[in-house]
């Protein structure tokens, strides 16, 4: 009977033996590659930190204990270990999360899938049990690239503060976030990695050590934890101690006998302490080492035994916006490139091996990215920093305050923008459009298809005195969507055939096609309908005023929150100019979505054709009921007598 289907919980480790964890370690290894190959998933971080999460919960009591994970995506281990074995629905509707999830296990503290957040909450987690008087633990791992996050240090200078409270950080050092890992902090790891002195200098005395009797082992301990004068002179681990954090390590991360060693001494100690484990990103699966890119970090469907695709994916969103960069590469000198630990998954690797030089990746530093590309921009060059559109977010403030206050030609491409469903709740790109609206001379553009991708990125790339946005979509990119005529600055995509039409129906972004499908709908129900792109929804165009004004109702319909979007711009700039025509706005509702596939999330909320189709209708109707209502009480008014 296989070890992993008789661990129900992390208490049923402790009755195994180190042969036992062994088998256990590949069985999980195993396990892993069979079942996300099967539905996609976080395949090579997990494959990295199973001996690592076998050891943790082996010495520290879950959920008594706090495990932490940042990121995320690395959980899959202990979701295992903690009675969660079916992955036949990985990220997929009523499947397991590809993160912690509260609402799955006790043992899920957060939900953290925005890397470098862990370290804070473990501060303020600690705070509360020395507070509350609590002999609890809690136990932060950081690792495949969060630890070059500016909030990952800001939490640890607080945490070094507090030489008496217990906190143990785990710092899983696999060289790579989802490539190789950047930065001095990276450059500081590698330097503990490769003067490992100290723990070959104990390997060798170990055995020796442990064959002496009575005080051979208590003697190998006192070395391992020795302090900073033995250490300081074989490992410059003098960064971390220089903070007040007792440091441990380096340590083999897929030896679970020393990592079992490492953290029960760091558990020991009453005071924060850094426990420095090295681990193999992808380990012990082939296809995932030779990929140099990104070892498997995020993957679809594909064979176990070769690890390529089951299927080849049309071109998506992404590769449209790579391609283009490589030729504006060519055509403009002063381009540059900034990404957030994601050359590959945002698209810029062609534009890297294009122009080596012209291309940053700052780690997972948002905020470092804004205030550093409008450095790039004042110092005379046009930068494009590439992002998930829910990681903007993070530097929110940056693109106020530094960039747009002063008006610094800088653009953003927001990648994976409106729902993009597996990923949950964190990974929609639900928010940019309201909360960019807020921004002074920001101007953002939504392209609806392939060809205007290229088209606005070039516009944006020509504005020198303000930021510019351009987002889109995750996933493959559907056909071309024709204009049929021009209203200001944007595209009619049907039009009414008549000259008293109903509806304008103002369609934002890659749901195009749905708007057309929708005025279809409608035109069976004998009302008339506008289709129109706005291309840049921010600032609303003078003309959609004068445009509304022909109609008898405004609808628009955008992959992004209701509260505060496109919707909402437009109605107020029809207020503005003196247009009352009734506004009904279809978008995202205020909350935070499960993970599902996206057609099944719009489903849920309402977001398609034939919903909107019905409820336009409804609303038309009501107009009708009105007009007619009115019409009646006017010809049942008595004529006035002499």
């Not at 990985?90 to 470098?116: C, F, R, T």
């Not at 205030?371 to 530097?395: D, E, I, M, W």
């Not at 509260?563 to 509702?589: C, E, H, K, N, T």
Request: net charge negative.
């Amino acid at each position: 009977m296989p070890l992993l289907t008789r661990i129900r919980g992390p208490r049923d480790l402790d009755r195994l033996s180190l042969e036992q964890l062994d088998q256990l370690a590949e069985e999980i290894r195993t396990f892993l590659v069979d079942a996300v190959s099967k539905t996609g998933g976080h395949l090579g971080p997990n494959l990295g930190v199973v001996e690592l999460t076998i050891a943790l919960h082996r010495v520290f009591d879950s959920p008594k204990d706090r495990v932490l994970w940042d990121t995320g995506h690395q959980s899959y281990v202990h979701k295992l270990l903690t009675g969660r074995q079916d992955f036949s629905k990985l990220k997929q509707k009523g499947g397991l999360s590809g993160y912690p999830a509260q609402a799955e296990s006790e043992h899920d503290v957060i939900e953290n899938s925005h890397a470098s957040t862990v370290l804070g909450w473990a501060d303020g987690l600690a705070k509360a049990n020395q507070i509350l008087e609590r002999d609890d633990h809690v136990v932060a791992v950081i690792g495949d690239g969060a630890l070059t996050g500016g909030m990952a240090w800001e939490a640890l200078n607080n945490i070094a503060d507090a030489k008496d409270r217990p906190l143990v950080i785990v710092v899983n050092d696999n060289e790579r976030s989802y490539a190789p890992t950047i930065g001095g902090l990276a450059n500081h790891l590698a330097t503990l990695r490769t003067t490992d002195g100290y723990e070959r200098f104990l390997a060798r005395g170990k055995d020796l050590l442990e064959r002496t009797p009575v005080v051979g082992k208590p003697l190998y301990e006192t070395l391992h934890g020795a302090k900073k004068g033995l250490k300081d002179f074989i490992a410059p681990q003098g960064m971390f101690e220089d903070l007040g954090l007792k440091y441990v390590g380096p340590i083999d991360g897929h030896d679970i006998e020393a990592l079992e060693s490492a953290l029960a001494r760091a558990k020991r100690f009453g005071g924060p302490v850094i426990v420095h484990c090295l681990t193999e990103k992808g380990r012990g699966y082939q296809p995932a080492l030779q990929d140099e890119a990104d070892r498997f970090h995020g993957i679809g469907p594909i064979h176990p035994d070769t690890g390529l695709p089951i299927k080849a994916s049309g071109a998506d969103w992404t590769s449209v916006f790579g391609d283009e960069m490589v030729q504006l590469g060519k055509e403009r000198k002063d381009i540059v490139a900034i990404t957030a630990a994601m050359l590959q998954p945002v698209g810029l690797k062609k534009f890297a091996d294009a122009f080596p030089k012209r291309i940053y990746d700052v780690g997972i530093a948002e905020q470092h990215a804004a205030v550093s590309a409008a450095g790039l921009a004042t110092g005379g060059l046009h930068p494009v920093f590439a992002v998930y559109a829910t990681f903007l977010n993070r530097a929110f403030d940056q693109v106020l305050m530094d960039v747009a206050l002063h008006k610094c030609g800088v653009t953003f491409v927001l990648d994976r923008a409106g729902i993009t469903g597996t990923d949950g709740a964190s990974h929609n790109g639900m928010w940019d459009m309201s909360i960019l609206q807020v921004v002074p001379g920001l101007r953002l553009a939504a392209p609806r298809d392939a060809d205007q991708v290229r088209a606005q990125l070039r516009e944006a790339v020509e504005v020198k005195d303000a930021p510019t946005v351009v987002r889109f979509s995750k996933g493959a990119v559907g056909p071309a969507v024709a204009a049929v005529g021009r209203v200001g600055g944007m595209d009619v995509l049907r039009e009414p055939g008549t000259d008293t039409p109903d509806v304008l129906l103002v369609s934002v972004g890659a749901l195009a096609p749905m708007c057309l499908e929708i005025a279809s709908l409608l035109d069976k129900q004998g009302i008339s309908t506008t289709v129109v792109d706005p291309r840049w929804v921010k600032p609303v165009d003078e003309a959609m005023a004068p445009l509304a004004e022909r109609h008898r109702v405004v609808v628009t319909v955008e992959d992004n929150s209701r509260v505060g979007g496109v919707g909402s711009a437009i109605a107020q700039a029809l207020r503005d100019a003196g247009v009352d025509v009734p506004l009904r706005d279809f978008g995202i509702p205020p909350r935070f979505l499960d993970h599902a596939s996206r057609a099944e999330v719009m489903t849920e909320i309402g977001l398609t054709a034939p919903d909107i189709a019905r409820q336009v209708t409804g609303l038309v109707s009501k107009l009708d009921g009105r007009f007619n209502r009115a019409a009646a009480e006017v010809d049942s008014v008595e004529p006035a007598r002499d």
